[in-house]
């Protein structure tokens, strides 16, 4: 069974930070890459950031330098560290793999709001 289930996220103030979390099981994390998407109101879901099995990674130029993905395979548990928060930001985030699984397999998603 297939399972994503993201936390972590709130509302911030511009310039503040927040880590979000995804656990996953542990079928997909073990032989994929995952990634955090995030999809805005009005935008399509974008990838911001990616992980492989190894553990190079690759984001978005929008988060480059901002925005820090990480993987714990003891936990089967991706992070996403995100620091000097826009406005811009402000999303749902959700984690999936990469390329991502088929409709039917996202998980809630954690909402994001960068606001003063």
């Known amino acids: 069974q297939v399972q994503l289930v993201e936390s972590g996220g709130g509302l911030v103030q511009p310039g503040g930070s927040l880590r979000l979390s995804c656990a996953a099981s542990?079928?997909?994390?073990?032989?994929?890459?995952m990634g955090w998407f995030r999809q805005a109101p009005g935008k399509q879901r974008e990838l911001v950031a990616q992980?492989?099995?190894?553990?190079?990674?690759n984001y978005a130029d929008s988060v480059k330098g901002r925005f820090t993905i990480s993987r714990d395979d003891t936990k089967n548990t991706v992070y996403l560290q995100m620091n000097s928060l826009k406005p811009e930001d402000t999303a749902v985030y959700y984690c999936?793999?990469?390329?991502?699984?088929?409709?039917?397999?996202w998980g809630q998603g954690t909402q994001v709001s960068v606001s003063s």
């Open positions: 992980i492989t099995r190894l553990g190079m990674t």
């Open positions: 542990g079928r997909i994390f073990r032989i994929n890459a």
């Open positions: 999936n793999t990469v390329p991502h699984l088929p409709p039917g397999y």
